[in-house]
Nanobody, 122 residues
Framework: QVQLVESGGGLVQAGGSLRLSCLVS????????MGWFRQTPGKEQEFVAC????????SYADSVKGRFTVSRDNAKSTSYLQMNSLKTEDTAVYYC???????????????WGQGTQVTVSS
């Protein structure tokens, strides 16, 4: 059974930083790209970032480019999302996702974590 478990969310002031982690079990972590989405109430899931299986290619939403960094440690079966210069509009539930290829479409991802809340206060 594949499981994705996020951690690291919380409350932070605007301009601050957080690092989210996603621990994967039940599949060979290094064989699949890893992504991050976020969602706020009443809105659709929004693509945030994705990293290739070897970590040599990344993609980001324009809204987070230059502020967020996605990375992975295949030895630890863990993906990370470093979030700097946080803004109030970054407030959302953040989900770790996995698929056979990076995609900006939520429907393309088969495996999802339970989500972790990030709240950025002004």
């Amino acid at each position: 059974q594949v499981q994705l478990v996020e951690s690291g969310g919380g409350l932070v002031q605007a301009g601050g930083s957080l690092r989210l982690s996603c621990l994967v079990s039940g599949r060979h972590f290094g064989s699949f790209p890893m992504g991050w989405f976020r969602q706020t109430p009443g809105k659709e899931q929004e693509f945030v970032a994705c990293i290739s299986r070897r970590g040599d290619s990344t993609s980001y939403a324009d809204s987070v480019k230059g502020r967020f960094t996605v990375s992975r440690d295949n030895a630890k079966s863990t993906s990370y999302l470093q979030m700097n210069s946080l803004k109030t509009e970054d407030t959302a539930v953040y989900y770790c996702v996995s698929n056979r290829a990076c995609s900006t479409r939520a429907g393309d991802y088969e495996y999802w974590g339970q989500g972790t809340q990030v709240t950025v206060s002004s």
